[in-house]
């Protein structure tokens, strides 16, 4: 299809057995034409990370489950790569009870793996993307605000 400019833009369509609740798609890398995977959280307290090629577009690679909350909010955040290891793709998930959840998106496969929580205070965070030193970073906004930043390799 074409958009207002002119300009030709992808379409595609997702039939979902409930209410979707947030979702996130990261930075484009440099050199990309577009991201991989898209982030996408649903009222069922399940997070699914969805492919964005062109040959499986919006095919489910994985599923995380939340205990006892939906999420409220996503943010996909790539960590800047150092001389000895490559960056990494980080999911982030704001739930409704106020825990800030973060997993590894395997950026090959789209598998999470590495998940940790951490409770933030009585509200759902609410996920910023924002910038640190030149790198991409977060800002999780609760009762008690939070932010994540990639030091030295090293995601803090």
Do not use: H
């Not at 990309?32 to 969805?50: K, P, T």
Request: hydrophobic share 40%; proline share 5%.
């Amino acid at each position: 299809e074409l958009d207002a400019t002119g300009q030709l833009i992808e379409v595609e369509k997702l039939e979902t057995n409930g209410d979707i609740a947030c979702l996130d798609i990261g930075p484009v890398p440099e050199g990309a034409l577009r991201n991989r995977f898209l982030a996408m959280g649903s009222f069922d307290g399940n997070v699914r990370i969805m492919s964005l090629n062109p040959d499986d577009c919006l095919q489910t690679l994985a599923v995380q489950a939340l205990k006892g909350a939906a999420p409220t909010s996503l943010l996909v955040l790539p960590t800047a790569s150092t001389e000895s290891s490559q960056g990494s793709l980080l999911l982030n998930v704001g739930m409704a009870n106020g825990v800030l959840m973060r997993c590894t998106i395997d950026q090959v496969s789209g598998q999470l793996s590495d998940t940790r929580m951490r409770f933030l205070g009585a509200r759902a965070p609410k996920l910023v993307r924002t910038v640190i030193r030149g790198s991409p970073a977060m800002v999780a906004l609760s009762s008690r605000p939070w932010l994540g930043y990639s030091e030295k390799g090293t995601f803090v």
